[in-house]
C-alpha cells in the first residue's frame, strides 16, 4: 500500500516536498514513480527511480527542477518540487512497479497510492 503526502498550495517559485509512504516489504527490484494528472488532461509521467540502481528518470516538464530520491529502508519515496510553475498544478499519485517493464507508461506500475493535490498559483 502506498500513501502520498505533502501537497498543497503554492506561489509560481516555490518549493514542495512530496512523500510516498510504502506498507509492506518493497523489494530492491521495484521501480517507484510519480505521476500527475490535471483536470481534463491525461496522466503523466513525472519521475521514477530503480531501488537497486542509481537510476532516475525524469519527464521532459521536470528536468532540472524536480528531485526522485528514496531513504535508505527503501519505505519512502520523495520528490523534491523546486521552481514550480502553474502547470505543475495537478493531482500527484506515486506508484510502484514490481519488475522494470517500463518507467513512463502507467499501465506498466503494479501498485498505486491515492493522490495529494499540488495547486501552484501565479
Known amino acids: 500500500q502506498l500513501q502520498a503526502s505533502g501537497g498543497g498550495l503554492v506561489q509560481a517559485g516555490g518549493s514542495l516536498r512530496l512523500s510516498c509512504a510504502a506498507s509492506?516489504?518493497?523489494?530492491?527490484?521495484?521501480?517507484m514513480a510519480w505521476f500527475r494528472q490535471a483536470p481534463g488532461k491525461e496522466r503523466e509521467f513525472v519521475a521514477a527511480?530503480?531501488?537497486?540502481?542509481?537510476?532516475?528518470v525524469y519527464g521532459d516538464s521536470v528536468k532540472g527542477r524536480f528531485t526522485i530520491s528514496g531513504d535508505d529502508a527503501k519505505t519512502t519515496v520523495y520528490l523534491q518540487m523546486n521552481r514550480l510553475k502553474p502547470e505543475d498544478t495537478a493531482v500527484y499519485s506515486c506508484?510502484?512497479?514490481?519488475?522494470?517493464?517500463?518507467?513512463?507508461?502507467?499501465?506498466?506500475?503494479?501498485?498505486w497510492g491515492q493522490g495529494t493535490q499540488v495547486t501552484v498559483s501565479s
Open positions: 509492506g516489504r518493497i523489494f530492491s527490484s521495484y521501480v
Open positions: 506508484a510502484a512497479q514490481r519488475v522494470l517493464r517500463s518507467y513512463v507508461l502507467p499501465v506498466a506500475y503494479d501498485y
Open positions: 527511480i530503480k531501488w537497486n540502481s542509481p537510476t532516475t
